[in-house]
């Protein structure tokens, strides 16, 4: 089985660009305290990356 990343959001995206917001969005995060669970692929860790200050990132097994 792959690993998953349990991805939270923690912080608000008001004031961030807007590409950052498409982002959250693209993660399925509409408010602060929204969690998801993607697969680990590239194209997740990509999406974390853009927008690691909003985020808390936890890899499930």
Do not use: C, F
Not at 5 to 25: A, G, H, M, P, W
Request: glycine letters at 4%; aromatic letters at 2%.
């Amino acid at each position: 089985m792959a690993k998953q990343l349990k991805v939270t959001q923690i912080k608000s995206k008001v004031s961030e660009k807007q590409n950052q917001r498409d982002t959250l969005r693209s993660l399925g995060l509409k408010r602060i305290g929204d969690s998801v669970v993607r697969d680990d692929t590239p194209q997740n860790r990509g999406y974390v990356k853009t927008v690691a200050h909003l985020v808390k990132v936890e890899e499930i097994d």
